[in-house]
């Protein structure tokens, strides 16, 4: 049995990877997206949606969802362990990739950013939460969309946090190839950026702290969050910077490499037991790095397994999940043109006007609404937390994927469409 699942593991991650790079292929070729955007369209063809509707019976061999087993004379359904390995496997992947974005993230930027994106920032958080609020009060009762019992604030709040998110990386990942990144632009466009994602993700963690209605839990997950981020990122980051920063060299050995990674998978391991998720501890542990040398020693060690293996695999777990096939009423369409326009005017729209009332020009306003707007793999990973803790159900999770898609889809056409075809710059490889 061990050999049959190892055998049918090996034939999956090959087909992910042929086909994910055969999607970013066609994607940068034709449709000018990069590959991590092409990836999440891999993900979802290589679903029940695509794959599943042109070979059911082979789609369901290669990722089987369900094992049929016998308990006590009754037979039940249980998750396969095919799926239990990818799903693990995916997971790693999140949490190496949030601690590549987190060795990313820099604070300087965020302290000396310019004026206008506190303003940028305010309009990207507050117009997307009000309107995913609503939303999610109006929708609240339909068990269809969420979990028997979840109470309105809740589900307003996720859907809030939902339209609010921001594809951070790719949005960094864009200006440093047109050689923005360090411009009025892209110091405004990077500052307001972060400071939306983590406004979200403390949204997110409120959501998770209290959807079970247990004071007790919800305090200890919000206040042992923030005293777990303070200590990392205050004596823990002063204690790595004794440690490591004697590596600032970049000699990073096997003996520094294991240091990191337990400093890693530690701080993934006590954000699960805070109940804030590992991915949570993983980007705070990216943060912690001492920088210099250290960062590129070990986005060089990590980044290239997690980029072109691992985060293909969440894609795809994730595009397992999507069931556009339960979408199958006008109204459940019309859901998704709702929540799609909703998210463009509450981030797109919001920003841009945002910009131009800080004073930039309507050029420069809209390629900041624009490049706000994409949510990427930053809101699949949010929708992938709320759908394993129960809180939404896979009808929802594929419409706000699609939504996820779409405003993803959109940014690098419009973005190089507004700011012309000025010639990228050469930048060293970083987070997809």
Known sequence: MYLEHAARLFLQLSVILVVCRLAGW???????????????????LLGPSFFGLLAPAAQHWLFPRQLAVVVGGEVAAVAHPSMVVLYALSQLGLVLYMFLVGLELDLGLLRGGARGAVTISAAGIVAPLLLGAALGLLLAGRDDLFR????????????????????????????????????????????????????????????????????????????????FAALLLGPGRALLARRLGR?????????????????????????????????????????????????AAVRERTELLTTTLLLPVFFVFSGLNTRIGLL??????????????????????????????AGESWRDAATIGVLMNARGLMELILLDIGLAAGLITPTLFTVLVLMAVVTTLMASPLFHWIAGAARPVAIPPAPQ
């Open 26 to 44: 066609v994607g940068r070729r034709w449709l000018g997206q990069t590959q991590v955007v092409s990836e999440m369209v891999a993900g979802v």
């Open 148 to 227: 028997t019992g979840i109470a309105p604030a809740v589900a307003a709040l996720f859907l809030g946090a939902s339209l609010a998110i921001t594809a951070f990386p790719m949005l960094a990942r864009i200006l440093y190839e047109r050689g923005l990144a360090r411009s009025r632009l892209g110091t405004l466009t990077l500052t307001a950026g972060s400071l939306d994602d983590a406004v979200a993700w403390c949204l997110l963690a409120v959501v998770l702290a209290v959807v079970d209605a247990v004071p007790a839990r919800a305090l200890l997950t919000i206040g042992g969050g923030a005293l």
């Open 247 to 295: 590596r600032g060299d970049g000699g990073l050995g096997a003996a520094g490499m294991v240091e990191v990674l337990l400093v890693l998978f530690g701080a993934a391991w006590i954000a699960d037991l805070i109940g804030i998720y590992a991915v949570f501890g993983a980007f705070v542990a990216g943060v912690a790095m001492p920088r210099g040398a250290l960062v």
């Open 328 to 357: 199958d009423t006008a109204r459940a369409w019309g859901l998704v043109g709702l929540v799609v326009a909703l998210a463009i005017l509450g981030k797109g729209v919001a920003c841009a006007a945002a910009a131009r009332f």
